[in-house]
């Protein structure tokens, strides 16, 4: 099946600093990627989609300037978590869509902020 | 809108069988079943897309019937590597997948 990897698994940093997330496709051209994200023992909430070369679409109740979305092109999605603070902790998960309708999940990172 | 999952969570016996349940509000185009084990990403399992299909993967299989907005895992025989948290995923046409809040499995011996 299609790989996507996520950069770097863990993170941890100090509130209010900015943490940049990576989302790859390996084998793929993603049309579509997608952000969520994981609290413990909670179900995955989508964040935001993203579309190649336009602006991420967020879900209602995500702020887009503090979650800043760029998908600069097929292969590479970033997520930048801005002026983080200890509620941002989370495992945040990327998938992509090719032009099927199948999502491939990324391993995850697991960002704490202290 | 969020699928609902039932049960919340289950506990089975080495190769007892299982059923998990993801139903929804919304007229579905596709339901994606994925297993999550603690502190990793979710697995795909299987897609069933509309028309009532079913599909199987070794002792793992599921249905989906679209006019009830339904479908259906089936676990048989389980082994204690299907512990984990499984997540039903619904689409309603070309849209993000919602995940249902998830069924946690426990496989003892």
């Known amino acids: 099946g299609a790989v996507v990897s996520q950069h770097p698994s863990w993170v941890i940093c100090k509130s209010g600093t900015s943490v940049k997330i990576e989302c790859r496709s390996l084998d793929f051209q993603a049309t579509t990627m997608f952000w969520y994200r994981q609290f413990p023992k909670q179900s995955l909430m989508l964040m935001a989609t993203s579309n190649e070369g336009s602006k991420a679409t967020y879900e209602q109740g995500v702020e887009k300037d503090k979650f800043l979305i760029n998908h600069a092109s097929l292969t590479l999605s970033t997520l930048t978590v801005t002026s983080a603070h200890p509620e941002d902790s989370s495992f945040y998960i990327c998938?992509?869509?090719?032009?099927?309708?199948?999502?491939?999940f990324g391993p995850g990172t697991r960002l704490t902020v202290l | 809108q969020q699928p609902v999952q039932s049960p919340q969570a289950v506990i089975l016996r080495e190769g007892e069988d299982a059923v998990i349940n993801c139903s929804s509000s919304k007229a579905l185009y596709s339901v994606h079943w994925y297993r999550q084990k603690h502190g990793e990403a979710p697995v795909f399992l299987m897609i069933l897309l509309k028309g009532g299909e079913q599909k199987g993967h070794e002792k793992i299989s599921a249905s989906f019937n679209e006019k009830k907005q339904q479908s259906s895992l089936y676990l048989t025989a389980s082994q204690l590597s299907y512990s984990g948290t499984y997540f039903c995923?619904?689409?309603?046409?070309?849209?993000?997948?919602?995940f249902g809040k998830g069924t946690r499995l426990s496989v003892i011996a």
């Open positions: 998938s992509a869509r090719d032009r099927t309708i199948e999502q491939f």
């Open positions: 995923g619904t689409d309603s046409g070309n849209t993000p997948l919602v």
